[in-house]
């Protein structure tokens, strides 16, 4: 069997790995422009503030591939021919499979305004973005920050910590709340303030590029612009010398589209990560799981993205789907680790304060089922949580609230 895995992020590396462990003989071939498969958590943290260093950042080397027998092809895909089962690369040439892993991910959304798409203007998603990033993280110069989502306020909290004047704006008055809770998604978003961040609740409706000084020179030119003046809806305006929009991801479907796949905003897949051929998998940020009586769900998280790659890679194999429990995600920033584990917008909130900034709010059903929970620094209590969740074991609201009960005794 050879597997052709598009897109070498996080869904296609895990699903390449954990199919070479069940299968030593199939033919694995991961193609990405970007050459080896690399982790994108670091890119806003700990690449980012310079303390990692670039090889870290990639999952192996490249001879733990060729040990692995793991093709790589830098390159990028251009069509899915779906006939021939066969997908062709920019560089020209062409491979032939039998089945083919959509892994395309995310690009960064730009804004649809006047000055939305100036040169220069910095987004996150790639090595190659973090870089440009990092190049800006010089004391005293001025960042805006657009979008106060995961990332905005990751990248906030790292450039703020490395002497850059930040100013965060976004127009929702507590980013994060579907993902977080009011409880949690408030305390980290008045985290921004405290730490010395500007944070403007507002929506951008133009950005404009500063003129160089000499008049003989393009404004457009990032390298000769001094900065950009961006025009809020409060009717203000803000300077900055470097804007980051961080807007949220546009999934990567236009292969699948092209190829007549279903798609909705993302790919659509079944629980196995099927989508509407039968040869033809996708794993990762860019699909969208089909569920009953909803458009389906799109997780844009690590761990959805490295168990959508290990499901593909055991419905490939034939082997028994893996149960993978609750959903999770993790963000760290000013030195707080924060948390979502399951559901945050059914059932009612039970909080339980830990100290010293510590705080989880859990959310139960009636009957006693935990439904979800957020937490800031209480990553033991999100664990033991998820235990319980994951096995269905019921709760009660005083003993969720109380720092005393040990939730670990309560699943044994
Ligand atoms: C800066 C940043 C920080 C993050 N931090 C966290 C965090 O703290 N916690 C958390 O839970 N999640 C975090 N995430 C989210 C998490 O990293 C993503 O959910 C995960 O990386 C998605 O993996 P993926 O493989 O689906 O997509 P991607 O990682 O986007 O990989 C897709 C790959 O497909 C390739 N590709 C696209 N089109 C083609 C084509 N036509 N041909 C070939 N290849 C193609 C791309 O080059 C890319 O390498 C973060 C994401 C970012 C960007």
């Not at 809770?181 to 500007?198: Q, W």
């Not at 190829?259 to 040869?279: K, N």
Request: with cysteine; proline share 5%; net charge negative.
């Amino acid at each position: 069997m050879h597997v052709a895995i598009v897109g070498g992020g996080l869904a296609g590396f895990s699903c390449a790995q954990e199919l070479r462990r069940g299968d030593p003989q199939a033919r694995i071939t991961i193609v990405d422009p970007q050459g080896a498969p690399y982790d994108r958590p670091p890119l806003s943290k700990e690449y980012l503030t310079g303390e990692m260093p670039r090889d870290k950042v990639f999952f192996h080397d490249e001879q733990w591939f060729a040990e692995q027998r793991i093709a790589l092809v830098t390159d990028a895909v251009t069509r899915l021919d779906l006939a021939g089962m066969t997908v062709e690369l920019d560089g020209g040439g062409s491979l032939t499979a039998d089945r083919v892993v959509l892994a395309t991910g995310g690009r960064a959304r730009h804004l649809p305004i006047r000055g939305g798409d100036l040169a220069g203007l910095l987004s996150l998603r790639t090595l190659d973005d973090a870089d440009r990033l990092r190049a800006a993280l010089v004391p005293g110069r001025r960042l805006a920050i657009v979008g106060a989502g995961l990332v905005g306020a990751e990248v906030a909290s790292t450039a703020v910590a490395s002497g850059v004047e930040v100013t965060l704006v976004d127009p929702v008055e507590t980013p994060l709340l579907a993902a977080a809770g009011a409880l949690v998604a408030g305390r980290l978003h008045a985290m921004h303030a405290v730490h010395g961040v500007r944070v403007i609740r507002a929506a951008i409706e133009r950005i404009e590029a500063l003129p160089p000084t000499s008049p003989r020179l393009d404004p457009r030119s990032p390298s000769l612009s001094r900065g950009y003046r961006l025009q809020l809806s409060d009717r203000s305006t803000l300077e900055a010398d470097d804007v980051l929009l961080a807007v949220g991801l546009v999934p990567d479907d236009g292969l699948a589209r092209e190829a007549g796949l279903e798609c909705e905003d993302g790919i659509l897949v079944d629980r196995a990560q099927r989508t509407s051929h039968p040869h033809v998998l996708a794993v990762g940020d860019v699909t969208r799981r089909r569920a009953e009586g909803t458009s389906g769900i799109r997780h844009e998280h690590w761990e959805a993205a490295m168990r959508s790659g290990q499901t593909a890679a055991a419905a490939l194999l034939g082997t028994d789907l893996p149960n993978h429990g609750a959903s999770w995600w993790w963000s760290d920033r000013y030195g707080v680790h924060a948390e979502g584990l399951g559901d945050l917008g059914t059932g009612s909130s039970v909080v339980r304060e830990l100290g010293d900034g510590a705080v989880v709010d859990f959310r139960l059903a009636d009957e006693g089922r935990l439904l979800g929970a957020a937490a800031i620094d209480a990553p033991r209590v999100v664990r033991a949580a998820r235990r319980l969740m994951d096995a269905g074991i019921p709760v009660t609201a005083e003993d969720l609230a109380d720092p005393s009960v040990d939730l670990r005794k309560l699943g044994r």
